[in-house]
């Protein structure tokens, strides 16, 4: 599957909607997790320092991402009448608790791991397919599911006040300096070899 990934710049913004602005970010995750993956079957030996960017850029760009899907995009859908405790989004959200698991698995065993332990490299490697194939149905399924119901619920001025709540989370959970740092980091994760 193809992204229409950023290489190198700021997530593109395809529309200024909601859906657009999470899906350039989706764009950009999958490329992260897409060059995550290669690493992993292009080499036996882990190359820690790429996974620990990878980590780091996952958990603080993701935990970002979802606050605005989780906190922001689900509470518009509420004020519509649509209720959290949706079986679609309860689903969505009990995914993304399970990504936060497996990033503090990954985490655990980056931190953990001795030069040359093959068994925590082994281990490793697990649970960050899991993580990458777990991500990337993730994501599917918002754009099969979320995406489609955002769009078809939320007003213009719904999708404004969204737009709004978007770049103020964004600047109060990072500011711009640390964003910049994030895409940095994104883009050093998907150059490595």
């Not at 395809?14 to 859906?19: C, F, G, I, R, V």
């Not at 980590?55 to 004020?79: C, D, M």
Request: aromatic content about 6%.
């Amino acid at each position: 599957m193809e992204t229409r990934g950023s290489q190198g710049r700021r997530p593109r913004r395809a529309a200024a909607t909601p859906t657009g602005i999470l899906g350039a970010e989706h764009d950009l995750l999958l490329d992260v997790v897409r060059a995550l993956d290669r690493s992993l079957d292009d080499s036996a030996r882990i190359d820690s320092g790429v996974w620990e960017d990878a980590v780091a850029f996952l958990r603080s760009f993701g935990a970002q991402h979802h606050a605005k899907e989780n906190i922001v995009l689900i509470a518009a859908l509420e004020r519509q009448g649509i209720p959290a405790s949706d079986q679609t989004l309860r689903a969505l959200l009990e995914e993304h608790e399970e990504e936060g698991q497996l990033l503090d698995s990954m985490a655990r065993l980056l931190r953990d791991a001795a030069p040359g332990d093959g068994d925590t490299g082994s281990a490793f490697r697990q649970v960050a397919r899991r993580y990458c194939a777990h991500l990337v149905g993730h994501i599917d399924r918002e754009a099969q599911f979320l995406f489609p119901m955002a769009e078809t619920e939320l007003s213009p001025e719904d999708e404004r006040d969204v737009l709004h709540r978007f770049l103020l989370y964004t600047h109060a959970a990072n500011g711009e300096d640390r964003y910049d740092e994030l895409l940095a980091i994104a883009d050093r994760v998907r150059r490595a070899k």
